[in-house]
């Protein structure tokens, strides 16, 4: 059977019909919370180190989440995938989302001829509770023009694609050695230019984090870019 087959089956399934496949309990988005909804829950443990943030108005800062976890479990729109330039599946997070989505995915991305560094590229989730997966290649080493390039880029496609909940991994802070602090204040900058720039365009945008370190950067950082207290 061919992957655009497979593809469409997939895409056409509702929630429900779809969950009934997965081998566990999918996360919606509504089991995350907003960042002020996580601000205030937490604020007393994080608020000293988050001090001196730009205000933002509510209603942007309600778009943006920090979740710990397993991208591969998120029942939203798309998942950002850390992928390298043959987007043929590889070690990290590209290895669980190939493997947690089946073999059509690769079927799939060998149609597209690879990625540059900086581009983003759409392709159906198949057995993931995504819908779609968008791949990017991020930067070896520290490159802050080339990472924008991921993140923006990534949701211009997924803007293209009608998708409105997204989620993305820490791009390059694994293999490829980009320092995680200054990563994270790359990936904050962009979406919230591009959410300023294109208010309707998303309903939330999860940086979900896999190690603890990665959440305590975030952490101190959401509250500098999306402050609202």
């Known amino acids: 059977m061919s992957f655009e087959t497979e ?11 779809k969950r009934k496949l997965l081998k566990s ?15 205030s829950k937490n604020k007393d443990r994080i608020g000293v180190l988050s001090a001196g943030g730009e205000k933002v108005d509510k209603s942007l800062a309600s778009k943006v989440s920090i979740w710990e976890g397993d991208i591969t479990k998120l029942e939203i729109d798309a998942i950002v995938n850390a992928a390298n330039s043959k987007l043929l599946g590889g070690g990290g997070v590209d290895g669980f989302i190939h493997r947690a989505a089946g073999g059509y995915l690769k079927q799939e991305c060998a149609t597209l001829n690879g990625c540059h560094v900086g581009e983003a590229k759409i392709t159906g989730g198949y057995m993931l509770p995504s819908k779609y997966v968008i791949h990017t290649v991020g930067p070896q080493g520290e490159k802050p023009e080339k990472l924008q390039e991921c993140y923006k880029n990534s949701l211009i496609v997924a803007k293209q694609n009608a998708v409105r909940t997204i989620a993305f991994p820490c791009i390059s802070t ?29 309903d939330r945008i999860i940086f979900c984090l896999f190690l603890q370190t990665d959440k305590e950067i975030y952490e101190e950082l959401m509250q500098k870019y999306f402050a609202i207290d």
Request: proline content about 9%; glycine content about 4%.
């Open 7 to 17: 593809k469409q089956k997939y895409l056409s399934m509702s929630s429900a019909e």
């Open 25 to 39: 309990e999918p996360v919606t988005v509504d089991q995350i919370l907003t960042w002020p909804d996580y601000w």
């Open 174 to 202: 694994g293999v490829y050695g980009y320092p995680q602090k200054p990563a994270a204040s790359v990936a904050l900058s962009t979406v919230k230019q591009f959410l300023l720039d294109n208010p309707d365009s998303f």
